[in-house]
Protein backbone atom coordinates (compact mmCIF):
# COMPACT_ATOMS: atom_id res chain seq x y z
CA UNK A 1 0.00 0.00 0.00
CA UNK A 2 1.53 3.37 -0.85
CA UNK A 3 -0.28 5.37 1.75
CA UNK A 4 2.07 6.33 4.04
CA UNK A 5 0.04 7.87 7.00
CA UNK A 6 -2.72 5.26 7.59
CA UNK A 7 -2.95 1.62 7.61
CA UNK A 8 -5.10 -1.03 6.30
CA UNK A 9 -7.55 -2.01 9.12
CA UNK A 10 -10.25 -4.26 7.22
CA UNK A 11 -9.53 -5.41 3.66
CA UNK A 12 -12.20 -5.38 0.10
CA UNK A 13 -12.90 -8.95 0.44
CA UNK A 14 -13.10 -8.93 4.64
CA UNK A 15 -15.88 -5.94 3.81
CA UNK A 16 -17.79 -7.70 1.33
CA UNK A 17 -17.60 -10.86 2.72
CA UNK A 18 -18.91 -9.35 6.14
CA UNK A 19 -21.53 -5.91 5.82
CA UNK A 20 -21.81 -6.22 9.61
CA UNK A 21 -18.47 -6.10 10.50
CA UNK A 22 -17.56 -3.52 7.75
CA UNK A 23 -20.44 -1.37 9.73
CA UNK A 24 -18.85 -1.80 12.89
CA UNK A 25 -15.36 -0.20 11.59
CA UNK A 26 -17.18 2.71 10.05
CA UNK A 27 -18.54 3.26 13.35
CA UNK A 28 -15.31 3.23 14.70
CA UNK A 29 -14.24 6.98 13.29
CA UNK A 30 -15.05 9.35 11.42
CA UNK A 31 -15.80 8.74 7.62
CA UNK A 32 -15.08 10.93 4.17
CA UNK A 33 -18.97 11.17 4.11
CA UNK A 34 -19.06 12.89 7.60
CA UNK A 35 -16.40 15.57 6.90
CA UNK A 36 -19.52 17.48 4.61
CA UNK A 37 -21.68 16.86 7.70
CA UNK A 38 -18.97 17.65 10.45
CA UNK A 39 -18.44 20.93 8.21
CA UNK A 40 -22.22 21.86 7.91
CA UNK A 41 -22.45 21.39 4.19
CA UNK A 42 -24.90 18.40 3.67
CA UNK A 43 -27.85 19.76 3.19
CA UNK A 44 -29.63 16.26 4.48
CA UNK A 45 -28.14 15.81 7.51
CA UNK A 46 -26.83 17.82 10.81
CA UNK A 47 -23.67 17.38 12.93
CA UNK A 48 -26.48 16.54 15.72
CA UNK A 49 -27.99 13.84 13.70
CA UNK A 50 -24.40 12.47 13.00
CA UNK A 51 -23.28 12.68 16.84
CA UNK A 52 -26.21 10.92 17.74
CA UNK A 53 -25.41 7.76 14.79
CA UNK A 54 -21.45 8.11 16.44
CA UNK A 55 -22.90 8.02 20.02
CA UNK A 56 -25.41 5.05 19.45
CA UNK A 57 -28.82 7.22 19.77
CA UNK A 58 -29.80 6.88 16.52
CA UNK A 59 -29.27 3.95 13.45
CA UNK A 60 -28.09 5.67 10.39
CA UNK A 61 -30.75 6.07 7.81
CA UNK A 62 -31.14 2.70 5.69
CA UNK A 63 -30.38 3.37 1.94
CA UNK A 64 -30.86 0.04 1.46
CA UNK A 65 -33.79 0.98 -1.09
CA UNK A 66 -32.73 4.03 -2.57
CA UNK A 67 -32.24 3.95 -5.91
CA UNK A 68 -29.34 6.82 -6.10
CA UNK A 69 -27.73 4.50 -4.00
CA UNK A 70 -28.41 1.68 -5.43
CA UNK A 71 -27.17 3.04 -8.99
CA UNK A 72 -24.10 4.66 -7.97
CA UNK A 73 -22.97 1.53 -6.13
CA UNK A 74 -24.10 -0.65 -10.11
CA UNK A 75 -22.17 2.09 -12.08
CA UNK A 76 -18.90 2.51 -9.52
CA UNK A 77 -17.28 -0.13 -11.28
CA UNK A 78 -18.21 1.24 -15.34
CA UNK A 79 -17.10 4.69 -13.97
CA UNK A 80 -13.88 3.52 -12.59
CA UNK A 81 -12.78 1.62 -15.75
CA UNK A 82 -13.97 4.60 -17.53
CA UNK A 83 -11.64 6.69 -15.93
CA UNK A 84 -8.63 4.57 -16.30
CA UNK A 85 -9.25 4.69 -20.57
CA UNK A 86 -9.45 8.30 -20.34
CA UNK A 87 -6.77 8.96 -18.28
CA UNK A 88 -4.07 6.03 -18.49
CA UNK A 89 -3.98 5.59 -15.00
CA UNK A 90 -4.50 2.37 -13.45
CA UNK A 91 -6.64 2.38 -10.09
CA UNK A 92 -7.26 -0.55 -7.34
CA UNK A 93 -9.80 -1.27 -4.71
CA UNK A 94 -8.14 -0.91 -0.96
CA UNK A 95 -10.79 -0.95 2.03
CA UNK A 96 -11.18 0.43 5.03
CA UNK A 97 -7.81 2.90 6.34
CA UNK A 98 -7.32 4.41 9.30
CA UNK A 99 -4.99 7.61 10.16
CA UNK A 100 -2.10 6.62 11.98
CA UNK A 101 -1.87 10.51 14.02
CA UNK A 102 -5.53 10.45 14.41
CA UNK A 103 -7.32 6.49 14.84
CA UNK A 104 -10.60 8.18 14.47
CA UNK A 105 -9.68 9.34 10.95
CA UNK A 106 -11.46 6.71 8.57
CA UNK A 107 -11.83 6.46 4.73
CA UNK A 108 -13.19 3.67 2.40
CA UNK A 109 -11.42 5.14 -0.82
CA UNK A 110 -13.22 4.01 -3.78
CA UNK A 111 -9.95 3.81 -5.97
CA UNK A 112 -6.23 4.37 -4.87
CA UNK A 113 -4.43 5.06 -8.19
CA UNK A 114 -1.42 3.55 -8.63
CA UNK A 115 1.75 4.98 -9.29
CA UNK A 116 0.64 8.17 -7.84
CA UNK A 117 0.31 9.71 -3.92
CA UNK A 118 -3.32 10.30 -5.00
CA UNK A 119 -6.47 8.19 -5.37
CA UNK A 120 -10.09 8.20 -6.91
CA UNK A 121 -13.56 9.22 -5.48
CA UNK A 122 -16.91 8.10 -7.60
CA UNK A 123 -19.69 10.12 -7.89
CA UNK A 124 -22.98 9.62 -10.36
CA UNK A 125 -25.71 12.90 -10.60
CA UNK A 126 -28.84 13.59 -11.66
CA UNK A 127 -29.44 16.23 -14.83
CA UNK A 128 -30.16 19.15 -12.36
CA UNK A 129 -26.86 18.91 -10.71
CA UNK A 130 -24.97 19.82 -14.01
CA UNK A 131 -24.57 23.34 -13.14
CA UNK A 132 -22.69 21.98 -9.94
CA UNK A 133 -19.78 20.25 -12.38
CA UNK A 134 -19.13 23.54 -14.79
CA UNK A 135 -15.89 24.12 -15.18
CA UNK A 136 -13.72 23.40 -12.29
CA UNK A 137 -16.79 23.76 -10.10
CA UNK A 138 -17.66 20.00 -7.59
CA UNK A 139 -20.16 20.32 -4.61
CA UNK A 140 -18.85 21.26 -1.61
CA UNK A 141 -19.43 18.39 0.34
CA UNK A 142 -17.55 16.23 -2.21
CA UNK A 143 -14.64 18.56 -2.05
CA UNK A 144 -14.72 18.07 2.01
CA UNK A 145 -14.68 14.05 1.28
CA UNK A 146 -11.66 14.35 -0.92
CA UNK A 147 -10.26 16.54 1.46
CA UNK A 148 -11.00 14.14 4.25
CA UNK A 149 -9.42 11.06 2.06
CA UNK A 150 -6.23 13.67 1.58
CA UNK A 151 -5.99 13.68 5.08
CA UNK A 152 -6.09 10.48 6.15
CA UNK A 153 -3.74 8.84 3.23
CA UNK A 154 -1.64 12.11 3.18
CA UNK A 155 -2.28 11.93 -0.50
CA UNK A 156 -0.65 15.49 -2.18
CA UNK A 157 -4.04 15.27 -4.69
CA UNK A 158 -7.27 13.20 -5.33
CA UNK A 159 -9.44 12.52 -8.62
CA UNK A 160 -12.76 12.71 -8.67
CA UNK A 161 -15.08 11.34 -11.46
CA UNK A 162 -18.74 11.62 -12.09
CA UNK A 163 -21.24 10.43 -14.22
CA UNK A 164 -23.74 12.74 -15.09
CA UNK A 165 -27.24 12.14 -16.32
CA UNK A 166 -26.29 8.31 -17.03
CA UNK A 167 -24.60 9.26 -20.17
CA UNK A 168 -21.85 12.10 -19.58
CA UNK A 169 -18.91 11.50 -17.45
CA UNK A 170 -16.07 14.16 -16.24
CA UNK A 171 -13.28 13.63 -14.10
CA UNK A 172 -11.17 16.48 -12.21
CA UNK A 173 -8.54 16.96 -10.34
CA UNK A 174 -8.34 18.25 -6.29
CA UNK A 175 -4.77 19.44 -5.40
CA UNK A 176 -4.02 19.43 -1.68
CA UNK A 177 -4.69 22.91 -0.02
CA UNK A 178 -2.65 22.05 3.59
CA UNK A 179 -5.28 24.88 5.25
CA UNK A 180 -8.36 23.20 4.43
CA UNK A 181 -6.54 19.90 5.18
CA UNK A 182 -6.08 21.32 8.67
CA UNK A 183 -9.07 23.25 9.08
CA UNK A 184 -10.92 19.90 8.24
CA UNK A 185 -9.10 17.85 10.81
CA UNK A 186 -9.28 20.40 13.44
CA UNK A 187 -12.89 20.30 13.43
CA UNK A 188 -13.20 16.36 13.17
CA UNK A 189 -10.88 16.33 16.48
CA UNK A 190 -13.96 18.80 17.88
CA UNK A 191 -16.65 16.41 16.55
CA UNK A 192 -14.84 13.32 17.80
CA UNK A 193 -14.18 15.24 21.24
CA UNK A 194 -17.94 15.45 21.58
CA UNK A 195 -19.05 11.94 20.58
CA UNK A 196 -16.52 10.53 23.44
CA UNK A 197 -17.35 12.80 25.77
CA UNK A 198 -20.95 12.13 24.69
CA UNK A 199 -21.27 15.94 24.62
CA UNK A 200 -23.95 17.09 22.27
CA UNK A 201 -23.25 19.67 19.28
CA UNK A 202 -25.04 23.08 18.99
CA UNK A 203 -28.16 22.48 17.65
CA UNK A 204 -28.92 24.15 14.07
CA UNK A 205 -31.84 25.32 12.07
CA UNK A 206 -31.84 22.39 9.92
CA UNK A 207 -34.86 19.85 9.19
CA UNK A 208 -32.44 16.87 10.29
CA UNK A 209 -31.63 18.67 13.46
CA UNK A 210 -35.40 19.44 14.28
CA UNK A 211 -36.31 15.01 13.55
CA UNK A 212 -33.11 14.53 16.04
CA UNK A 213 -34.23 16.30 18.88
CA UNK A 214 -37.68 14.31 18.26
CA UNK A 215 -36.40 11.20 18.19
CA UNK A 216 -33.97 12.31 21.28
CA UNK A 217 -36.28 13.85 23.50
CA UNK A 218 -40.25 11.80 22.37
CA UNK A 219 -41.89 13.38 25.71
CA UNK A 220 -41.36 10.43 28.23
CA UNK A 221 -41.86 12.79 31.23
CA UNK A 222 -45.39 13.44 30.25
CA UNK A 223 -46.34 16.47 32.01
CA UNK A 224 -42.34 17.10 33.92
CA UNK A 225 -42.38 20.99 34.20
CA UNK A 226 -39.21 22.91 34.73
CA UNK A 227 -37.64 26.01 34.87
CA UNK A 228 -35.42 27.38 31.85
CA UNK A 229 -32.58 29.17 32.22
CA UNK A 230 -32.57 33.02 31.88
CA UNK A 231 -30.61 32.65 28.55
CA UNK A 232 -34.08 30.77 27.50
CA UNK A 233 -35.65 34.64 27.88
CA UNK A 234 -33.06 35.95 25.24
CA UNK A 235 -34.39 33.33 23.12
CA UNK A 236 -37.72 33.81 23.29
CA UNK A 237 -37.65 37.25 22.69
CA UNK A 238 -35.65 36.34 19.17
CA UNK A 239 -38.39 34.05 18.28
CA UNK A 240 -41.11 36.23 18.77
CA UNK A 241 -39.33 39.20 17.05
CA UNK A 242 -38.45 36.73 14.29
CA UNK A 243 -42.11 35.76 13.90
CA UNK A 244 -43.29 39.47 13.66
CA UNK A 245 -40.56 40.34 11.10
CA UNK A 246 -41.90 36.94 9.14
CA UNK A 247 -45.45 38.37 9.29
CA UNK A 248 -44.88 41.69 8.06
CA UNK A 249 -42.54 40.28 5.08
CA UNK A 250 -45.64 37.86 4.29
CA UNK A 251 -47.89 40.56 4.50
CA UNK A 252 -45.81 42.91 2.36
CA UNK A 253 -45.60 39.62 -0.61
CA UNK A 254 -49.17 39.93 -0.53
CA UNK A 255 -49.82 42.83 -1.19
CA UNK A 256 -47.19 42.66 -4.19
CA UNK A 257 -48.61 39.82 -5.20
CA UNK A 258 -52.46 41.21 -5.26
CA UNK A 259 -50.87 44.41 -7.14
CA UNK A 260 -49.60 42.24 -9.71
CA UNK A 261 -53.19 40.36 -9.80
CA UNK A 262 -54.65 43.75 -10.74
CA UNK A 263 -52.69 44.01 -13.24
CA UNK A 264 -53.31 40.92 -15.19
CA UNK A 265 -56.99 41.29 -14.38
CA UNK A 266 -58.78 38.71 -16.01
CA UNK A 267 -55.62 37.77 -18.20
CA UNK A 268 -53.78 34.44 -17.15
CA UNK A 269 -50.12 35.38 -18.04
CA UNK A 270 -47.96 38.25 -17.84
CA UNK A 271 -44.73 38.93 -19.40
CA UNK A 272 -42.29 41.52 -17.81
CA UNK A 273 -38.43 41.61 -18.75
CA UNK A 274 -37.22 37.75 -18.52
CA UNK A 275 -40.42 36.72 -16.04
CA UNK A 276 -43.58 35.09 -16.87
CA UNK A 277 -46.46 36.02 -14.03
CA UNK A 278 -49.45 33.49 -14.66
CA UNK A 279 -52.55 33.54 -12.29
CA UNK A 280 -54.25 30.83 -13.44
CA UNK A 281 -58.08 29.60 -12.34
CA UNK A 282 -57.60 26.12 -10.04
CA UNK A 283 -60.41 23.46 -10.38
CA UNK A 284 -61.96 22.33 -7.22
CA UNK A 285 -60.88 20.13 -4.82
CA UNK A 286 -62.44 17.27 -2.98
CA UNK A 287 -61.95 17.09 0.65
CA UNK A 288 -63.07 14.75 3.50
CA UNK A 289 -62.99 15.37 7.14
CA UNK A 290 -62.12 12.07 8.75
CA UNK A 291 -62.96 13.51 12.16
CA UNK A 292 -66.79 14.06 11.23
CA UNK A 293 -66.72 10.37 9.97
CA UNK A 294 -65.29 9.32 13.02
CA UNK A 295 -67.69 11.11 15.43
CA UNK A 296 -71.12 10.31 12.94
CA UNK A 297 -70.53 6.97 11.63
CA UNK A 298 -67.71 5.41 13.32
CA UNK A 299 -68.20 2.19 11.52
CA UNK A 300 -67.46 3.43 8.42
CA UNK A 301 -63.86 4.90 10.09
CA UNK A 302 -63.24 1.74 11.48
CA UNK A 303 -63.65 -0.62 7.95
CA UNK A 304 -61.58 2.55 6.39
CA UNK A 305 -58.95 1.77 8.48
CA UNK A 306 -58.49 -1.49 8.35
CA UNK A 307 -58.38 -1.59 4.77
CA UNK A 308 -55.40 0.78 5.04
CA UNK A 309 -57.34 3.55 3.71
CA UNK A 310 -56.77 5.58 6.89
CA UNK A 311 -53.69 5.55 7.84
CA UNK A 312 -52.15 6.76 11.21
CA UNK A 313 -48.78 8.70 12.06
CA UNK A 314 -46.83 8.17 15.15
CA UNK A 315 -47.62 10.59 17.46
CA UNK A 316 -45.25 13.56 17.86
CA UNK A 317 -44.36 16.46 20.09
CA UNK A 318 -46.03 19.76 19.46
CA UNK A 319 -43.72 23.19 20.84
CA UNK A 320 -45.56 26.20 21.20
CA UNK A 321 -44.67 29.71 23.44
CA UNK A 322 -47.83 31.28 25.13
Not at 64 to 71: D, P
Not at 111 to 135: C, D, M, P, S
Request: hydrophobic share 35%.
Amino acid sequence: MAYSNCKLILSVHDAEKDHDKWLRTRDMGIGGSDAAVIMGLNPYKSPYQLWMEKTGQAAPPDLSGNQYIYWGSKNEANIADWFQEETGKKVRKLGTLQNRTYPFMLANVDRQVLGENAGLEIKTAGVRHYKEWKGDEIPDAYYCQCLHYMAVTGSDYWYIAVLLGGNESKWKRIDRNEEDVQTLISHEQEFWSLVQTHTAPPVDGTESCTKALNARYPGDGEDGMITLPDEALELIDGIQSDKSIMDQLKAQITQRENALKEMLGDNVTGLCGDHKVTWKPSSARESISLSKIKKGDPDLYGALKDKGFITVSQPARRFAIK
